[in-house]
């Protein structure tokens, strides 16, 4: 607005407008009656009470001359930044500010604006013109502690100093108004609010010279404070911009009030004033007054908690330990009271009056919040707190304490164990097969958040596995299996997915997959197929993703494509055949056995880790499935009448839901037999004392305190000790059981982690009866290391192994008179043309070679007396597995002829041998070539997984290879 001199009336000309005043006063009142009379009359009041001629407050006339000098020189300025806003200013006068507190924000931006702030003193945090307007407004107003709306200070205090945040109005005015609100709840908040409240200083230092950078500047202007204190990096590089220390850390507690998941919370101390509450249980003290001033109603539920328990004897069916509750819960009342101003006035009231239960209104509101705040506190940056020197609040760590023993709270009172994941959408809950009381979460929270439909459609899914009869053949646990297989299909190929097909998914759902000729489908077959291809998945994890998104396909009615096979054959060539770095060595495994036995030696063993080594021992000596050895009932271990013998038989089966096999039926299939695992003979002899411990002396005592209908009244692999057990029954889970042998071995300074497919087939048995022989043997030798004990005691090794061989290859040396015996025969997975089919595998001689003319000087005798002439080949089909010309195919036709050879012609030659003492060595030729069967038989499972099931599969069926026909008198074709 722009003030036209030449229209301003001077009335009275002769007449001193402005009497009683020098001609410096004079000279100034002039210049502002020029401009607004009101503003003129407002101010000449001030200099009469500067004066003495009118009651009122004001300053000395030194100081008011200042101030009048200041505002008169910028008044035209500031008439013409405020524009058609200097109305109200020109005709109210200073009420106009005193009466409207925006409107003075707006003067007094400008005044930041255009004041030359280069000219002031660089420890002054306001311009001149400001101060000079607050003068003048609180003089007219006869108001001392009047303070400009930019500044704070403590309420109800005399003489309280104010400071003030006008710097930021050269960001924003709404950055003034955030960072007071901020500043004043920080100062209420402390209980030393005379000392909080000078931060306010330096935290405005801090923020202007964030400031400079044009990119934060920006940033506050559009977003606030937020826009800093939500993201690390910006966190970082304001505070580094600070000047000084104390302006660092002033910024740090604005930051902190303003959003704490990047730097924590600031300290808030409760009211001394606070109801003591103090509760004790096992020699652990604490005190609830923090919980109680947050809520009586939740100190309560707390104490009625460990009441309950302290008359269970510490016993809880579900929720976690009382100690970790007493010891935790009460800081919980300390974090919910840091971050409070998070909630709103609703959330804050409804935890006062319904306590703990409140975090499970709202679908879990409260409980997400509290877990997510949480998380953020214990994941945040702790290397820029050292990198700036700064000094957490409160451990992120506590924070997850405090939350857990909430959820324990939470638990006892709603009687199911509580998981924040269960209030999620994005969670699919299944029952856990540790714990009955408790459930495993699998998130599809990228599906739910991309393809809305898709994850309805798997939810279904879960609901249909877990509950329909069609399905419960498949165990809880593989229903869990199934999605964590499928889920990851969608991930992996959204990225070839085009946007239209997008689409299609989030809003059809499954039904997307079959739509526009199966595209979709088609389109997530090629990219298992090329993953696969390029070795980035096995041949095994290909099968498996195809077979699960096939079953998904027509549990929603869809049909199926049979498109882009995955080739066994290109498996075999494209991936690395398995080698002896997939399996443990004899030292690592007689590592392993000597530190099992090492820590079963020790006295006063928790049962849990008993049992974690009990079940590491059965596992490395058969090498048995470890999920069906968890899931052993104690009908699955028994003992028969064999042969005027007692012999021990354990049923392995995976566990299938409602299956059992009825043994007290005589008409039993024998299909229901087949499906169990039946292990009988050796292998179960070198473990049945370690399962009769389990389940008579480890386990025993747990079932019978079971109530008939408990889930786990039969297990064997059932614990009540460990962590967060708390007298509840569990049962052992592959993941636990993994997790705990491997930290107890670390703890014992092994260095090989126990991991059952490392196990070679067949199990470890014969290494592991070495090691506990001489463990036995020296009584002192658990005072020993593993090196100490290798080298002065333990007398098993690799050149053992092969002087057994050495003795194996000499005897049937002498069985196969006159030709070549060789170790180690060849499997291979493709054959040359040259090659002969023998009933055995294949055969790589030309003829007329030391095997022919040793097989034609053996039959000689036969040959002349049928007038034979010799063929120059060898015929001797026993000697095949030991002659240096036999090539085993890795597939199931060629297993099931050496399974042919094994379970038929070697049991003819083991049924002809006589009980008389002049049977020789004939039993030991047996009992190596069976031997020498197995062994080449491990191999091509080695080699083409799965062949050897396949081959042993198609034997039970059909009987005997054809090609053994003629050479078994005992058995019997199909």
């Not at 000392?195 to 950078?213: E, P, Q, W």
């Not at 009382?322 to 919910?336: C, M, Q, Y």
């Not at 299938?656 to 003979?681: C, M, P, S």
Request: charged fraction near 25%; aromatic fraction near 10%.
């Amino acid at each position: 607005m722009t003030i036209n001199k030449s229209k301003i009336s001077y009335i009275g000309a002769n007449k001193p407008m402005f009497p009683q005043c020098s001609p410096v006063y004079t000279t100034q009142l002039d210049i502002i009656n020029s401009v607004s009379k009101k503003v003129a009359s407002d101010a000449y009041l001030v200099v009469r009470r500067s004066l003495g001629f009118e009651n009122g407050w004001a300053s000395s006339e030194q100081v008011t001359v200042k101030h009048l000098k200041v505002f008169t020189a910028n008044l035209t300025k500031l008439v013409g930044q405020l524009g058609d806003d200097a109305s109200r200013l020109i005709s109210q006068g200073f009420q106009a500010l005193f009466s409207d507190r925006d409107y003075w924000m707006k003067i007094e931006k400008c005044a930041e604006t255009i004041f030359p702030r280069e000219t002031s003193e660089r420890s002054k945090a306001v311009s001149e013109l400001s101060e000079a307007i607050l003068y003048l407004v609180k003089s007219c107003k006869n108001n001392a502690d009047l303070i400009s709306p930019s500044s704070i200070r403590l309420p109800n205090r005399e003489k309280a100093r104010a400071y003030t945040l006008a710097p930021l109005y050269h960001v924003s005015t709404e950055l003034v108004l955030e960072c007071q609100s901020l500043l004043m709840r920080y100062v209420m908040a402390s209980s030393k609010p005379e000392l909080a409240i000078v931060k306010a200083r330096g935290a405005v230092s801090g923020l202007v010279m964030a400031a400079k950078d044009n990119v934060i500047k920006d940033g506050l202007r559009k977003q606030g404070l937020r826009f800093i204190a939500s993201d690390a990096d910006k966190c970082l590089t304001s505070l580094s911009a600070c000047a000084t220390r104390s302006d660092r850390r002033a910024l740090l507690v604005l930051l902190r009030e303003c959003d704490p998941t990047i730097l924590g919370p600031n300290r808030k101390d409760i009211p001394t004033t606070v109801k003591s509450i103090p509760v004790e249980y096992a020699g652990i003290r604490r005190n609830l007054k923090a919980v109680h001033f947050i809520s009586p109603t939740m100190a309560q539920q707390a104490q009625d908690y460990l009441r309950s328990v302290s008359e269970e004897c510490g016993k809880s069916q579900v929720g976690n330990s009382p100690k970790e509750i007493v010891s935790n819960f009460p800081i919980l009342g300390r974090w919910i009271y840091q971050l409070q101003d998070q909630l709103d006035t609703g959330d804050r009231q409804l935890i006062y009056h319904k306590g703990a239960l409140a975090f499970l209104e709202n679908k879990g509101k409260l409980l997400r919040w509290l877990y997510e705040m949480s998380q953020s506190l214990k994941n945040r940056n702790t290397d820029m707190e050292k990198k700036l020197s700064i000094r957490s609040t409160l451990a992120g760590s506590s924070l997850q304490k405090s939350y857990i023993a909430l959820t324990g709270v939470l638990s006892f009172l709603t009687g199911h164990r509580i998981k924040v994941e269960r209030y999620y959408p994005y969670y699919l809950e299944f029952p856990h097969e540790g714990d009955p009381h408790d459930f495993r979460y699998f998130s599809i929270q990228y599906i739910y958040e991309n393809y809305p439909a898709l994850s309805q459609d798997l939810i279904k899914a879960k609901k249909k596995l877990l509950g329909s009869m069609k399905h419960d053949a498949r165990a809880d646990v593989s229903v869990y299996s199934f999605f964590r297989v499928l889920k990851p299909i969608f991930e992996f190929c959204d990225e070839v997915f085009t946007e239209q097909e997008r689409k299609s998914l989030a809003k059809e759902g499954a039904r997307a997959l079959s739509s526009n000729q199966h595209r979709i489908m088609k389109k997530c077959l090629e990219q298992i197929q090329q993953r696969f291809k390029s070795g980035e998945i096995a041949s095994e994890t290909a099968h498996n993703y195809q077979r699960t998104l096939k079953e998904f396909t027509a549990m929603n009615g869809l049909t199926w494509v049979d498109s882009f096979p995955i080739d066994a054959g290109r498996a075999r060539l494209v991936n690395k055949q398995k080698n002896t770095d997939d399996y443990y060595t004899l030292d690592e495994a007689a590592q392993l056995a000597y530190h099992i036995e090492h820590l079963l030696a020790k006295e006063n063993l928790p049962r849990l880790h008993q049992l974690w080594l009990r079940v590491a021992r059965i596992v490395l000596k058969t090498n048995w499935n470890l999920s069906p050895v968890l899931n052993l009932d104690v009908d699955d271990l028994f003992e028969v009448e064999f042969a005027g013998k007692r012999t021990y038989l354990v049923r392995l089966f995976k566990p299938r839901a409602l299956y059992a096999t009825q043994w007290n039926h005589f008409d039993a299939h024998v299909e229901e037999l087949l499906v169990d695992d039946i292990k009988v003979g050796k292998e179960v002899v070198a473990v049945v004392r370690d399962l009769q411990f389990i389940m008579n002396n480890l386990s025993a005592d747990i079932r019978f305190s079971l109530s008939d209908t408990h889930p786990f009244k039969k297990s064997l692999m059932i614990f009540n000790d460990g962590l967060h057990s708390n007298g509840r029954a569990k049962r052992l889970t592959e993941g636990s059981f993994k997790k705990g042998i491997n930290e107890l071995l670390s703890e014992s300074n092994c260095p090989i982690v126990f991991t059952p497919t490392k196990i070679r087939k067949g199990g470890l048995n014969f290494i592991y009866r070495q090691v506990s022989k001489e463990l036995r043997k020296y009584n002192a030798v658990s005072n020993h290391t593993w090196e100490v004990f290798k080298k002065n005691y333990f007398r098993y090794d690799e050149k053992a192994s092969e002087e057994a061989l050495s003795y194996a290859i000499s005897i049937m040396g002498d069985y196969f008179h006159g030709r070549p015996i060789i170790d180690k025969i060849k499997i291979v997975t493709e054959k040359d043309k040259y090659w002969q089919q023998v009933p055995n595998g294949l055969c790589a001689s030309l003829g007329n070679d030391l095997h022919s003319h040793a097989y034609e000087k053996a039959h000689h005798a036969l040959f002349k007396a049928l007038d034979i002439e010799g063929s120059g080949r060898c015929a001797d089909f026993n000697a095949c597995l030991w002659c240096e010309h036999y090539r085993g195919i890795a597939d199931a036709e060629h297993a099931y002829r050496v399974m042919s050879y094994r379970d038929f012609v070697i049991a003819d030659m083991e049924a002809s041998i006589g009980e008389s003492l002049n049977t020789g060595l004939q039993k030991e030729y047996v009992r190596l070539l069976r031997q020498r069967v197995d062994e080449v038989l491990a191999d091509m499972e080695v080699i083409n997984p799965g062949c050897c099931q396949l081959a042993e599969a198609f034997l039970k069926e059909h009987g005997i290879h054809p090609d053994w026909g003629l050479y078994s008198t005992t058995s019997v074709m199909r």
